[in-house]
């Protein structure tokens, strides 16, 4: 069968969608190092010269599933607010908990983004990302808004932006493969075992003091 080329944005954001698709199935299958386009052409209908076409790297394809990702974030934290009129600071702290733990793989991505992701990507498609980004914030900033009611501007702005570095920071260092804790243990550090939840949601608590 001849292989037409996408011609209307609805027939590009199709294919775009089918090889995110692929994508998320190859990462959560074999993380970042199973994502390259070998092996998404394995499991889509494209060859590799077309996918191509709408991604010049791997990086690429994975900064459109985080933003995916943070999509469906996004949405929890709506949810939030559409269930809550008024939360304490610490429920508030544990609602937002909740939500990255519900989306585990986000937390990944957001742990290399800085590193490796936005680094291997082109201008116009990190300018594209960031600009999208920023209109996916608009749930977090309005809940910060609506249980924050007195904190004043600069204080709204410090949490929202220290919020990210904290918990993407934080989820790879309490998710240690089991090579990094066997090195752990053999160097005899003392290192605890750390919860995710636990910590984000005290480090969420601190934070929150400044609001």
């Known amino acids: 069968m001849k292989f037409e080329r996408a011609r209307t944005n609805e027939q590009i954001q199709e294919r775009k969608k089918e090889i995110l698709k692929a994508c998320a199935k190859l990462y959560d299958e074999s993380g ?6 070998k ?10 010269s077309t996918i191509y076409t709408y991604y010049k790297t791997k990086e690429e ?5 985080l933003l995916d990702d943070i999509r469906t974030w996004s949405l929890d934290v709506k949810t939030i607010l559409e269930k809550h009129e008024t939360l ?24 290399v ?7 291997n990507c082109s201008l116009e498609k990190l300018t594209e990302f ?18 924050f009611p007195y904190a004043d501007d600069d204080s709204k702005q410090v949490f929202f932006y220290n919020l990210s570095c904290f918990v993407s920071g934080l989820y790879p260092a309490t998710n240690l493969t089991e090579k990094q804790k066997k090195a752990i243990k053999n160097s005899g550090i003392e290192y605890p075992i750390l919860n995710f939840g636990d910590m984000c949601y005290n480090g969420l608590l601190a934070l929150s003091s400044l609001l």
């Open 61 to 65: 394809i994975l900064l459109d599933l």
């Open 130 to 147: 960031k600009s999208k980004l920023m209109g996916l914030m608009e749930p977090l900033s309005s809940s910060i808004s609506k249980y």
């Open 39 to 48: 092996a998404v052409s394995k499991i889509t209908s494209f060859v590799r």
């Open 88 to 111: 304490s600071r610490e429920d508030y702290c544990h609602e937002l908990t909740n939500t990255f733990l519900k989306n585990t793989r986000m937390l990944q991505l957001m742990s």
């Open 113 to 119: 983004l800085y590193s490796i992701l936005e680094k």
């Open 32 to 37: 970042i190092d199973g994502v390259h386009f």
